[in-house]
Nanobody, 121 residues
Framework: QVQLVESGGGLVQAGGSLSVSCAAS????????MGWYRQAPGKQRELVAT???????NYADSVKGRFTISRDNAKNTVYLQMNGLKPEDTAVYYC???????????????WGQGTQVTVSS
């Protein structure tokens, strides 16, 4: 059984910083791309940032220069450092990972439970 457990997030004033982390655990053979998505009320879930196992990153235009994704492959953990936060960054942030469980050939897509990030103006 594989799960993603997120931590961090919370409430911050505009211009402030927050960080979130996500650890994959369970019967894991290999973790490929890990990343973060977010969903604001009344909106669709959208990509924030992803990082491949080889450290190639991809960011949404709206967060470039403000957010930094990183990961620790030995710990199967991905981090998101958010600086210069804006009220429009308010959303539930979800961790996502492509994971090959032990005993399986193909990768499967997993989601975390989500963590709230609220930015006040």
């Amino acid at each position: 059984q594989v799960q993603l457990v997120e931590s961090g997030g919370g409430l911050v004033q505009a211009g402030g910083s927050l960080s979130v982390s996500c650890a994959a655990s369970g019967s894991i053979s290999r973790v490929n791309t890990m990343g973060w998505y977010r969903q604001a009320p009344g909106k669709q879930r959208e990509l924030v940032a992803t990082m491949t196992r080889g450290s190639t990153t991809n960011y949404a235009d709206s967060v470039k220069g403000r957010f930094t994704i990183s990961r620790d492959n030995a710990k199967n953990t991905v981090y998101l450092q958010m600086n210069g936060l804006k009220p429009e960054d308010t959303a539930v942030y979800y961790c996502n990972a492509e994971i090959r469980p032990v005993g399986f050939i193909n990768y499967r897509n997993y989601w975390g439970q989500g963590t709230q990030v609220t930015v006040s103006s």
